[in-house]
T-cell receptor, first 118, second 116 residues
């Protein structure tokens, strides 16, 4: 079974600064997908960024980028130029690429609560 | 604005009540999901529908009964719930796995359920 670990329950960052959220995972699969979701107090789970395991290039979405280290099974999220609206719970999630079983399932980490200090 | 709409936003019900949660999406997604989320915890998968058929039931108690009337709608019928069932219930949708299986899930805003 896959597991996702987020070792930082809480993080804080000064507005306009850069912060990195850590995520590691454990899997025996070679084909899978990784996601970062953001959940602000409004409750909606919002997709921040995604990475396909077979792609070497790290994904980027505006101020958000990942450092994907497949061998180390690490998938960290970097937020540049942090804004007040970035304050939220961030969940790292894993999805199997196996189309026969488990591909529906998102395995979530426990989350990291990010605070942005004005 | 969310593309997955859930109603109601809040629900308070007694243990003998029968209520339903509703979810709607118009993105043409053929996979729809129910998740349960307790405070400060990640979402836990409950049910998955694929092409209006139940494909995954994560050993959820029978007091939760899902229904998928058509490809755009997903309901969760509630009956004889317990106080420990109080949680945020999230609906999500995605492309069906056979066509675009790396598609992310799109979530609604959730229904905050309190069982008294």
């Amino acid at each position: 079974a896959q597991t996702v670990t987020q070792s930082q329950p809480e993080m804080s960052v000064q507005e306009a600064e850069t912060v990195t959220l850590s995520c590691t995972y454990d899997t025996s699969e070679s084909d899978y997908y990784l996601f970062w979701y953001k959940q602000p107090p409004s409750r909606q789970m919002i997709l921040v960024i995604r990475q396909e395991a077979y792609k070497q290039q790290n994904a980027t979405e505006n101020r958000f980028s990942v450092n994907f280290q497949k061998a180390a099974k690490s998938f960290s999220l970097k937020i540049s130029d942090s804004q007040l609206g970035d304050a939220a719970m961030y969940f790292c999630a894993y999805r199997s690429g196996d189309t026969l079983a488990g591909s529906y399932q998102l395995t979530f980490g426990k989350g990291t609560k990010l605070s942005v200090i004005p | 604005d969310t593309e997955v709409t859930q109603t109601p936003k809040h629900l308070v019900m007694g243990m003998t009540n029968k209520k339903s949660l509703k979810c709607e999406q118009h993105m043409g997604h053929r996979a729809m999901y129910w998740y349960k989320q307790k405070a400060k915890k990640p979402p836990e998968l409950m049910f998955v529908y694929s092409y209006e058929k139940l494909s995954i039931n994560e050993s959820v108690p029978s007091r939760f009964s899902p229904e998928c009337p058509n490809s755009s709608l997903l309901n969760l019928h509630l009956h004889a719930l317990q106080p420990e069932d109080s949680a945020l219930y999230l609906c999500a949708s995605s492309q069906e796995r056979g066509s675009f299986y790396n598609s992310p899930l799109h979530f609604g805003n959730g229904t905050r359920l309190t069982v008294t």
